[in-house]
């Protein structure tokens, strides 16, 4: 099977990778890490100085102000996409100007849709988040994408993933953002085609064995 993960899918790809058990990683022919980090995005974001000095004192409160006021903030999120404010954070945090307007409309529905408790949580999840140690052990081809303006986890992230993993390839999609797998579909969709078949062919003739150089 191949594992594939998009900025915090990608973090708890890595995070699995480290924690399950033996059988389970020999049943993975590979990972795709889209868009991610390797560590506390609060470190790996643009304007990273400033959002990591105010992690403490500011972004931590108002996380759990989210939480506990979740049915209004999940009530201003669905204002903030009908009176479009939420297309135009989409388009400055995700794309490039590339991007279509379904595509737009599309991504811009992800913060009305989610439960704003839920993802407040994930973001205070993140802060103590570092898998800095497991990209060594990454054992399977990793495929590391990242979009060439990355404003949400900048692109020096993905390039030290795609240094650290031993067989890693690294893939910047242009022009692109945090949302390259959505604005450079075409693309994206090839390279983890073309990736997932090789690790897949791979995997079979491993499995075969003796037995499939008989026949």
Same mark, same amino acid.
């Given at each position: 099977?191949?594992?594939?993960?998009?900025?915090?899918?990608?973090?708890?790809?890595?995070?699995?990778?480290?924690?399950?058990?033996?059988?389970?990683?020999?049943?993975? !022919?590979?990972? %795709?890490?889209?868009?991610?980090?390797?560590?506390?995005?609060?470190?790996?974001?643009?304007?990273?100085?400033?959002?990591?000095?105010?992690?403490?004192?500011?972004? +931590?409160?108002?996380?759990?102000?989210?939480?506990?006021?979740?049915?209004? %903030?999940?009530?201003?999120?669905?204002?903030?996409?009908?009176?479009?404010? =939420?297309?135009?954070?989409?388009?400055?945090? $995700?794309?490039?100007?590339?991007?279509?307007?379904?595509?737009? *409309?599309?991504?811009?529905?992800?913060?009305?849709?989610?439960?704003?408790?839920?993802?407040?949580?994930? =973001?205070?999840?993140?802060?103590?988040? *570092?898998? +800095?140690?497991?990209?060594?052990?990454?054992? &399977?081809?990793?495929? %590391? &994408?990242? $979009?060439?303006? *990355?404003? &949400?986890?900048?692109?020096?992230?993905?390039?030290?993933?795609?240094?650290? %993993?031993?067989? =890693?390839?690294?893939?910047?999609?242009?022009?692109?953002?945090?949302?390259?797998?959505?604005?450079?579909?075409?693309?994206?969709?090839?390279?983890? *085609?073309?990736?997932?078949?090789?690790?897949?062919?791979?995997? !079979?003739?491993?499995? !075969?064995?003796?037995?499939?150089?008989?026949?």
């Amino acid at each position: 099977m191949i594992l594939l993960g998009h900025s915090i899918g990608g973090m708890i790809t890595q995070t699995f990778w480290r924690r399950c058990a033996p059988e389970v990683r020999r049943r993975i !022919a590979g990972l %795709v890490l889209v868009n991610t980090t390797y560590t506390t995005p609060t470190l790996t974001t643009s304007f990273h100085r400033v959002i990591h000095a105010v992690r403490g004192p500011i972004l +931590t409160p108002l996380l759990y102000l989210t939480i506990w006021l979740s049915p209004l %903030v999940w009530l201003m999120n669905w204002l903030s996409f009908l009176n479009g404010s =939420a297309h135009i954070q989409s388009r400055l945090t $995700g794309f490039t100007g590339h991007e279509t307007r379904g595509q737009l *409309d599309f991504t811009a529905r992800f913060t009305p849709l989610f439960s704003p408790a839920v993802m407040a949580r994930g =973001a205070l999840a993140t802060f103590a988040f *570092d898998e +800095t140690a497991t990209l060594a052990e990454i054992t &399977v081809p990793t495929l %590391v &994408v990242t $979009g060439h303006r *990355d404003r &949400v986890l900048v692109p020096e992230a993905s390039a030290l993933i795609g240094r650290t %993993v031993p067989r =890693a390839t690294l893939l910047t999609l242009r022009p692109a953002g945090h949302m390259g797998l959505i604005e450079q579909h075409a693309q994206f969709c090839e390279a983890v *085609d073309r990736f997932s078949t090789e690790c897949l062919g791979a995997a !079979a003739q491993r499995a !075969a064995g003796p037995r499939g150089n008989l026949a």
